[in-house]
């Protein structure tokens, strides 16, 4: 069968990747169609000789009419040129909801072929900009996404949430909650663990959603007990917030920046009791890629993200569900593990890893999903 996977965010690259390499396990012929245009750093992005890019119009603020209008192009472009692939599967990776209606329209066109929407956001939904997503031009947006997911074949969510949040929506849709994996190789871990201070990580991009104050409270609140210090591996507008207000705190920092390779960052995590799952009350997520990277290196988290995130960690014992009232309930606990408690804790971690965000955990779900949309 010929698949067209099309992804617009890099982002959103390792899912699109995961879902192509599947597809190939399962005997396909894949066409991945991407944007050239890199939303995390706002320029051209690196070239893949094996993928069709789209010359997509650049933006610099994420709220913006740029943005939108860039979207829209993206949406239009790509679906010219799967009109020259002609394939017999379209697997759409949302947002932009420009791409939900996209793929609506092509699907009316061409009826025979099949259409999975494959939501990893929710937009407006997600962003933090408080009650005015219910309003014009919000609504506008959502529902760029809500009126066009009708006859898709089927449509998946990276959350258990999405589904709840979308459930008016998707009533009629055959759905399924699709995890995200994380397809590398299981990465050498030593966990070298200092007594004396309590060692917190902190990954992925340090942008409007992270919940900065909640982060300086809980480190306040265990550094009361026994010192701190927070590894930082990446980076963001908020960047220069979060170290000023850690450096104001007395919060021992140190930053590493942008890091991508494997080894590199386990070897950071081996140090670390916890990673920070910090996001502000308003963001609507159940899931964080972050949480997957801290899972995969065995580190539990101290997270504030509900639903999906706050059940594996309650059921799992894989770290600590963190709000207003528990700060000092977490911290006391944290300053008092012993060696044996935290090595438990990490190895329940790396089982919920295997058994829900592995490749072979979402390969498994994968097949099943696409031989119920083939047998249709």
């Known amino acids: 069968m010929k698949v067209v996977v099309i992804n617009c965010f890099d982002i959103f690259e390792q899912r699109a990747a995961v879902v192509a390499e599947n597809f190939v396990r ?8 991407e944007s050239d245009f890199s939303h995390t750093y706002k320029k051209t ?21 740029a943005r939108l209008l860039s979207h829209h192009f993206f949406a239009r472009d790509t679906f010219k040129q799967v009109e020259l692939v002609q394939p017999e599967m379209v697997y759409v990776l949302i947002p932009p909801n420009s791409l939900a209606k996209a793929a609506h329209a092509y699907k009316k066109k061409h009826s025979e072929v099949k259409l999975i929407l494959d939501i ?64 590398a190789e299981p990465i050498f871990s030593t966990p070298t663990l200092d007594n004396t201070t309590i060692h917190l990580a902190y990954l992925g991009s340090i ?97 504030t993200i509900k639903s999906d995130t706050k059940q594996l960690v309650s059921e799992n014992q894989i770290g600590f569900n963190v709000t207003e009232d528990n700060l000092a309930t977490i911290a006391t606990a944290i300053a008092t593990m012993s060696d044996e408690e935290m090595s438990a804790m990490r190895k329940r971690t790396q089982t919920v890893f295997e058994t829900h965000f592995s490749a072979r955990a979402f390969a498994a779900e994968f097949d099943e999903i696409i031989a119920s949309v083939c047998g249709k």
Not at 26 to 33: K, R
């Open 207 to 303: 942008n409007n959603i992270i919940d900065i104050p909640m982060i300086i409270k809980l480190t306040k609140a265990i550094d009361s007990l026994k010192p701190v210090t927070i590894h930082i591996i990446g980076s963001g507008e908020n960047k220069d917030t979060l170290l000023s207000e850690l450096k104001k705190n007395s919060i021992q920092t140190e930053y590493v920046g942008i890091e991508y390779d494997e080894t590199k960052k386990q070897a950071i995590f081996d140090r670390c009791h916890f990673g920070l799952n910090i996001m502000k009350e308003s963001v609507v997520v159940g899931l964080t890629i972050k949480s997957i990277d801290y899972f995969y290196a065995g580190l539990p988290i101290l997270n």
């Open 120 to 183: 990893l956001d929710l937009w407006p939904e997600t962003l933090p900009v408080g009650s005015i997503k219910q309003v014009f031009p919000f609504t506008l947006w959502r529902n760029i996404r809500d009126l066009h997911v009708e006859n898709a074949d089927m449509v998946i969510t990276e959350c258990n949430l999405y589904q709840e949040i979308l459930a008016d929506v998707l009533r009629d849709r055959t759905t399924k909650t699709l995890y995200l994996a994380k397809s």
């Open 26 to 33: 399962l005997g396909h012929e894949v066409t991945v169609i």
């Open 45 to 65: 992005a690196e070239i893949k000789n094996d993928h069709i890019l789209i010359k997509t119009r650049p933006y610099h603020r994420n709220l913006s009419v």
